[in-house]
């Protein structure tokens, strides 16, 4: 238990469909991470919010769409995905986005697959 | 363009064996050092390094930096079946973490 939690834990939908992932943490964090891992790569930095403040977008297709309500919530909303979009998505916090070291904690992961 | 490079990007050892795993990275925006251990879903906090050579220990486990060479080891001695996982290296800059691709290890009995 790392005090980082993702709902669904695993999912699949079709292209034409819109669905959400969810992220909640417990750790009193200030920023919340999603980053996407595929097979054979490296964990790929998504977006990064800060004190709900969305400040960091790494190039994501739009069909990627966060929300950060608070700092404890981050949503993940999926619209119109391809079949290479289907991977791990991690959802992390940390207590502070400009903290040296800035050690993270991730949830489980969420297992998407796009059929 | 920032780059942790790690290495080798697998291994198969036995049981009992020591293991030594590398990272290395490029000085930009350097702050820290992180290792993490994937096994099935959600990386796991190892170690995080921020001086150079001083070792860091957690059981069987260990690392340490060098930061006139930029980079960092991890230990792993009397390798245990449970050792079996991907290792993530991770460069924690100014703003965010830069992960290299992982060693997968897998340790036979």
């Known amino acids: 238990e790392t005090g980082v939690t993702q709902t669904p834990r695993h999912l699949v939908m079709g292209m034409t469909n819109k669905k959400s992932l969810k992220c909640e943490q417990h750790l009193g964090h200030n920023a919340m991470y999603w980053y996407k891992q595929s097979a054979k790569k490296p964990l790929e930095l998504m977006f990064v919010?800060?004190?709900?403040?969305?400040?960091e977008n790494n190039s994501v297709p739009s069909r990627f769409s966060p929300e950060c309500p608070n700092s404890s919530h981050l949503f993940l909303h999926l619209h119109t995905l391809q079949p290479e979009d289907s991977a791990l998505y991690l959802c992390?916090?940390?207590?502070?986005?400009?903290?040296?070291?800035?050690?993270?904690?991730f949830g489980e992961g969420s297992w998407l697959t796009v059929v | 363009e920032d780059k942790v490079v790690q290495s080798p990007l697998s291994l198969v050892v036995h049981e009992g064996d020591t293991v030594t795993l590398n990272c290395s990275y490029e000085v930009t925006n350097f702050r820290s050092l992180l290792w993490y251990k994937q096994e099935k879903k959600a990386p796991t906090f190892l170690f995080m390094l921020?001086?150079?050579?001083i070792e860091k220990k957690s059981g069987r486990l260990s690392s340490i930096l060098d930061k006139k060479e930029l980079f960092s080891i991890l230990n792993i001695t009397a390798t245990q079946t449970g050792d079996s996982a991907i290792y993530l290296c991770?460069?924690?800059?100014?703003?965010?973490?830069?992960f290299g691709k992982g060693t997968k290890l897998t340790v036979n009995p």
């Open positions: 919010y800060n004190f709900k403040e969305q400040t």
């Open positions: 921020t001086s150079s050579g």
């Open positions: 992390a916090s940390s207590h502070d986005r400009q903290a040296p070291g800035n050690t993270i904690y």
């Open positions: 991770a460069k924690g800059g100014s703003e965010k973490l830069v």
